[in-house]
């Protein structure tokens, strides 16, 4: 941050703040069936590509965390857990890079007993991926304009978006 002003900076930290928040309201998004919230995350021409499927469309990604699998999910205990999210902001424009586990309810198995915190079977991880989000500045704030999600199950997609995403931050550094 070198060289920038105190206004450029603030406005930097301005910016990295609101888009931690907006990454970090997507479990609870997701976990909730908030399709308002969702809705409300997305530019109207938004892309969200996870792979299996893609959604286009801020109304139709909203409209995911209501379909019966999703709210059969929530119901079952789904838990979206995401890592902290590095992200690269250039201009009106940014690159989040973060990882996002699906943890679910142990239903097998014996308890577990954890001072102060009762007694059960815990959680596991279902999945682990990596995500890339494309966002825009807007009149309203940041908004996602595409995200990709892919496994990292052993399989390349997921090394690979990662690996694409850290290419693009070299390039953009030098």
């Known amino acids: ?25 997507h479990p609870p998004g997701a976990d909730t069936g908030s399709d308002d919230w969702v809705r409300e995350c997305w530019v109207d021409d938004g892309v969200m590509d996870l792979g299996a499927y893609s959604v286009s469309g801020r109304t139709e990604i909203g409209a ?3 379909r019966p699998e999703h709210k059969a999910a929530i119901k079952g205990g789904i838990c979206h857990f995401a890592g902290l999210p590095h992200i690269q902001i250039k201009g009106d424009t940014a690159i989040v890079t973060s990882y996002l586990q699906i ?3 142990q239903t097998e198995g014996n308890p577990v007993t ?12 279902y999945r682990v991926g990596a995500n890339r989000w494309d966002l825009v500045r807007t009149k309203n704030g940041w908004k996602i304009k595409h995200r990709v999600s892919r496994p990292l199950d052993g399989s390349e997609s997921g090394p690979k978006l990662l690996r694409q995403t850290l290419e ?7």
């Open 1 to 25: 941050m070198s060289g920038k002003s105190v206004e450029e900076r603030l406005q930097t930290m301005e910016d990295w703040l609101e888009i931690y928040n907006l990454v970090a309201s």
């Open 168 to 174: 693009e931050l070299l390039a953009a550094k030098r």
């Open 103 to 105: 943890l679910v309810p």
């Open 114 to 125: 954890v001072p102060n915190h009762g007694s059960g079977r815990g959680h596991r991880v």
């Open 64 to 66: 995911v965390v209501q």
